[in-house]
């Protein structure tokens, strides 16, 4: 929740900086590219604050944390990037006063460093999350996988071969 709080007050300085500041005649927050570094950075913050919810609802939940070690570990894997991402467009937005002691963006992205670290690697727990996720499906035998065509097809025509055949012209060759 502290990331959300980081992430939440990395996107609104950046809208108050794009609003407020003017350039070449107009809003910065006019400009394209600072429209779509806003919109990216909203999508982000929304999913993840998502993440955080969903997991600490299955956490409440099931209060049983081994159920939803790969939700943790979602988040703690999410967590560096949404930050980093989020405050690195605000300080591109806030220009040279970004990069600057006097806003608090350079530190944030630093904090989004030690956050990819100190938990553990996020490596890790992205591996955590996909042998969570793999224990979830079983095997195909077959040489390809379930959702390919040509054996979906086939399958459904075999399925429905006499609902196919009274829907085909007499003498109509299939």
């Not at 950075?41 to 049983?64: G, P």
């Not at 553990?120 to 079983?138: D, I, N, W």
Request: aromatic share 6%; hydrophobic share 45%.
């Amino acid at each position: 929740m502290r990331t959300v709080g980081l992430v939440g007050a990395s996107l609104d300085m950046m809208l108050e900086r794009a609003v407020s500041r003017q350039t070449r005649g107009g809003r910065l927050g006019d400009l394209q590219l600072v429209q779509e570094m806003i919109a990216d950075s909203w999508i982000q913050l929304q999913q993840f604050r998502l993440l955080v919810l969903q997991t600490a609802w299955k956490i409440d939940r099931y209060n049983d944390y081994k159920r939803v070690i790969a939700d943790i570990s979602a988040v703690k894997a999410a967590m560096p990037k949404v930050l980093a991402d989020v405050a690195g467009r605000a300080i591109q937005v806030h220009g040279s006063l970004g990069i600057s002691t006097e806003m608090p963006f350079g530190r944030w992205v630093m904090e989004s460093f030690h956050m990819g670290l100190a938990d553990g690697a996020t490596e890790v727990h992205k591996v955590q999350v996909a042998k969570q996720l793999m224990r979830t499906v079983e095997a195909n035998p077959e040489l390809f996988p379930s959702g390919h065509l040509p054996a979906v097809r086939a399958a459904a025509r075999e399925k429905y071969a006499d609902v196919i055949a009274q829907c085909e012209p007499a003498g109509a060759v299939g």
